[in-house]
């Protein structure tokens, strides 16, 4: 069965102290690795698709970058309006479906 | 582009009522989802149209729950006699059928299902 695991759960940080979260999946034929984000009461907002091991994508303070089994969200000098909580997603073969992890609250302290 | 809406954005029920929820995707989107998601986890895949065919579903979509796409552009989804388990927000989102950017869903903002 499809798992995606998001680490750490909660995460605070420092304005400008840049930081990493992390994603593993299990999925085989992975079609896509999806990064959201989402504040409290919405819906998630779509920040990034990798496709393949070693491809990378940026915008803005974040870089995210995928692996054979993980994905990573890197944040630099991270200011109080990144704060949300950060889903990871991925798709396999065969399936249009996301499966989720359970995200990482970010909260950047002015 | 005013992106995916969702109809009521808030709905309050007793158990044992029937509730019907309303999607419209972005307008060039052949490709629309429904999703569970409860407080502290992830959304959770229940349904999926490719235009107006259902072709996956999820073991989460009980008897209780039906979703039609009648014409291959809005949606609804509904939930006949309701339990306070299914209090949770659902969300719908779209994506285009073809193309590079094909696999990415774009989420509306949910709707926010309490029942009492």
């Known amino acids: 069965e499809d798992q995606v695991t998001q680490s750490p759960e909660a995460l605070r940080l420092q304005e400008g102290e840049s930081s990493s979260l992390n994603c593993s999946y299990t999925?085989?034929?992975?079609?896509?690795l999806f990064w959201y984000r989402q504040d409290p009461g919405k819906g998630p907002e779509f920040l990034f698709t990798?496709?393949?091991a070693g491809e990378e994508k940026e915008k803005e303070r974040l870089k995210a970058t995928l692996t054979k089994k993980e994905s990573f969200l890197h944040i630099t000098a991270p200011k109080p309006e990144d704060s949300a909580t950060y889903l990871c997603?991925?798709?396999?073969?065969?399936?249009?479906?996301?499966?989720f992890g359970k995200g990482t609250k970010l909260s950047v302290i002015p | 582009d005013t992106g995916v809406s969702q109809d009521p954005r808030h709905k309050i029920t007793k158990r044992g009522q029937n509730v019907t929820f309303r999607c419209d995707p972005i307008?060039?989107?052949?490709?629309l989802y429904w999703y569970r998601q409860t407080l502290g986890q992830g959304p959770e895949f229940l349904t999926y149209?490719?235009?107006?065919?259902?072709?996956?579903k999820s073991r989460l979509l009980s008897d209780r729950f039906s979703a039609e796409r009648p014409k291959g552009s809005f949606s609804t989804l509904e939930i006949q006699r309701t339990e306070q388990g299914d209090s949770a927000m659902y969300l719908c989102?779209?994506?285009?059928?073809?193309?590079?950017?094909?696999?990415?869903?774009?989420f509306g903002p949910g709707t926010r299902l309490t029942v009492t």
């Open positions: 307008s060039e989107h052949n490709r």
């Open positions: 990798l496709y393949s």
């Open positions: 997603a991925d798709s396999g073969a065969g399936s249009y479906q996301l499966t």
């Open positions: 149209f490719q235009n107006e065919a259902q072709l996956e």
């Open positions: 999925v085989s034929g992975l079609r896509g």
């Open positions: 989102a779209s994506s285009l059928g073809e193309g590079g950017r094909r696999y990415e869903q774009y």
